[in-house]
């Protein structure tokens, strides 16, 4: 490892970079991480290329040319107290496909360095009282603004998903992803103009952008089963995994433990009976999808969707599909039913998904 480090060294200073420049970064980030850095990057002394670590926008948007091509920043996200505006100042700095890179601690790379730091039971104590102090706290109340006071937002615990959802929301397409040396790095492309998001939503409970009838965007109310800034993730997720039974998406890192719980025993659903009272929604339906989700569907079926309100009982628990195609197969037979007979096909399809919940231990993923 001493002589990649050496040999990657010995490249920085021949493309120009400072050596002491050269030693911090390869102290920084490692051999493989200047590895990464570079194969994005291939300059780091290019005119063209910012390279600079920092955990506030100033220093980003006070760089004197209007746009660059990359920008390497090799401050740790977790410890930037105002994330997107660091992304956002990055955006702005950068040309239409222009790359930033960088890199973060997730979760599980942190859970992973506390246990080999610590032996049982001292360990699981201090990775309790970390995530604790460190995650949770972050994202209550009043709670929230002491904990900024006291920490400047430094050693902040974030999820893989929400790093990723946050520079999504920002403006950014994810290239590549990877582990190295237990921290995540990333290069992502400007792919548009980047904004603030708006309203982001870390509590316990929060509020999803649904297609309803006419296609008018509903808000649908559930309890969080998927780390902040997850939906943002949404065609990511899709280009990485198929979908699997259900009309899931397999392997989704976006779902916390918790959430597979509350999803297990439709914990996170029940939020929804407050549409119903709103009338955004009625009892027997098919489900209520995100414009991206809804675009994978036929624009015959989507026309019939758009007819009637989404239902908290979707037809999957009457017909058990295990397909996309099954699944809108199903709805397609749910529809043309109820535009024949509303009350008869809610009505047998409320029984029949009630008979495979209880006799056949039906499971939403």
Request: net charge positive; proline share 4%; with cysteine.
């Amino acid at each position: 490892m001493e002589l990649k480090a050496a040999i990657e060294k010995d490249q920085l200073i021949d493309e120009g970079v400072d050596e002491n420049i050269a030693e911090l970064v390869i102290k920084e980030v490692g051999p493989l991480g200047i590895e990464f850095l570079l194969k994005y990057a291939h300059d780091l002394a290019d005119k063209q290329t910012v390279l600079i670590d920092t955990r506030h926008e100033f220093n980003i948007l006070k760089q004197p040319k209007k746009n660059y091509k990359s920008i390497v920043n090799l401050a740790m996200i977790n410890e930037m107290r105002w994330i997107n505006e660091v992304f956002l100042a990055c955006n702005k700095k950068l040309e239409m496909g222009g790359l930033l890179l960088g890199r973060a601690e997730t979760i599980t790379e942190r859970e992973k360095r506390a246990y080999a730091r610590h032996r049982r039971p001292m360990a699981d104590i201090y990775y309790f009282l970390d995530f604790l102090f460190h995650r949770v706290s972050p994202k209550i109340g009043g709670l929230k603004t002491v904990y900024f006071f006291m920490t400047k937002g430094k050693r902040r615990v974030l999820s893989r998903a929400e790093i990723l959802g946050r520079l999504v929301s920002c403006g950014f397409k994810i290239v590549e992803e990877t582990e190295i040396d237990n921290k995540l790095f990333f290069a992502v492309k400007k792919v548009e103009e980047g904004t603030m998001a708006e309203n982001p939503s870390y509590g316990p409970l929060f509020r999803m952008r649904r297609v309803g009838k006419n296609g008018k965007i509903i808000g649908v109310y559930k309890m969080r089963t998927m780390h902040p800034y997850s939906e943002y993730l949404q065609e990511y997720i899709y280009e990485l995994n198929s979908l699997q039974e259900g009309g899931k998406f397999a392997d989704d890192f976006r779902i916390s433990g918790i959430g597979r719980f509350f999803r297990k025993f439709w914990i996170d659903e029940l939020p929804m009976f407050f549409n119903l009272l709103k009338g955004d929604m009625k009892l027997v339906g098919v489900r209520p999808l995100s414009k991206h989700y809804l675009s994978l569907y036929s624009e015959e079926l989507k026309e019939l969707r758009l007819k009637t309100k989404p239902g908290l009982v979707p037809p999957y628990y009457a017909d058990l599909p295990k397909t996309l195609a099954e699944i809108q197969d199903s709805e397609r037979r749910y529809l043309e039913s109820y535009m024949r007979s509303p009350f008869t096909t809610d009505v047998r399809y409320f029984f029949k998904a009630f008979y495979n919940i209880i006799i056949k231990k039906a499971r939403s993923n």
